[in-house]
T-cell receptor, first 115, second 116 residues
């Protein structure tokens, strides 16, 4: 039973346009969410996070939106750049409602930004 | 070094061999995690240390998997009698603080294990 789901295995966008990556979760205990970016042969790199007390967090070109009622979050990248081409993982864990520290990851979305 | 390092980067083992994978976390980081990433999937949790204490090993898939962090810094993940289904990338991550925080987990480059 996948508790964190990324239903789009791949996404292609034109340089300069917006990239929107989606993530759904089923575990109500999750209240802290993260996005990681991964290049081939490297480990995942932290990008941005959000806790359940907020519905939006912005860092430069990256914005994460959280819809708790729908158990859905999304990552927006504006404008998209060719260097953003990578696999993006959504991850989640309890923060306020449990002590588990490990992250539960989705299966990833391969983003390709076309020049 | 500034980041999490892992060795070896690649390991090929014959079925039935024992392997040991090493993780050097960022200096001073209290928490250390091991994850397993199968091809085309996201990382899956194996085990968690806070300093030298193994606080959670619920993700270890069988008793053939064993992890230790005896001095609270370097950690070793050992897999005994490797099987083909153990083929995966093994990722190590560390974070500065202990429980109940939003501190970031920093990942190493992983060890790709192939069992023939």
């Amino acid at each position: 039973d996948q508790q964190v789901k990324q239903n789009s295995p791949s996404l292609s966008v034109q340089e300069g346009r917006i990239s929107i990556l989606n993530c759904d979760y089923t575990n109500s205990m999750f209240d802290y969410f993260l996005w990681y970016k991964k290049y081939p042969a490297e480990g995942p790199t932290f990008l941005i996070s959000i806790s359940s007390i907020k519905d939006k967090n912005e860092d430069g070109r990256f914005t994460v939106f959280l819809n708790k009622s729908a158990k859905h979050l999304s990552l927006h990248i504006v404008p998209s750049q060719p260097g953003d081409s990578a696999v993006y993982f959504c991850a989640a864990r309890p923060l306020f409602s449990g002590s588990a520290r490990q992250l539960t990851f989705g299966s990833g979305t391969q983003l390709t930004v076309l020049p | 070094g500034a980041g999490v390092s892992q060795s070896p980067r690649y390991k090929v083992a014959k079925r039935g061999q024992d392997v040991a994978l090493r993780c050097d976390p960022i200096s001073g980081h209290v928490s250390l995690f091991w994850y397993q990433q199968a091809l085309g999937q996201g990382p899956e949790f194996l085990t968690y240390f806070q300093n030298e204490a193994q606080l959670d090993k619920s993700g270890l898939p069988s008793d053939r998997f064993f992890a230790e962090r005896p001095e609270g810094s370097v950690s070793t993940l050992k897999i005994q009698r490797t099987q083909q289904e153990d083929s995966a990338v093994y990722l190590c991550a560390s974070s500065f603080q202990g429980q109940g925080t939003t501190d970031t987990q920093y990942f190493g480059p992983g060890t790709r294990l192939t069992v023939l």
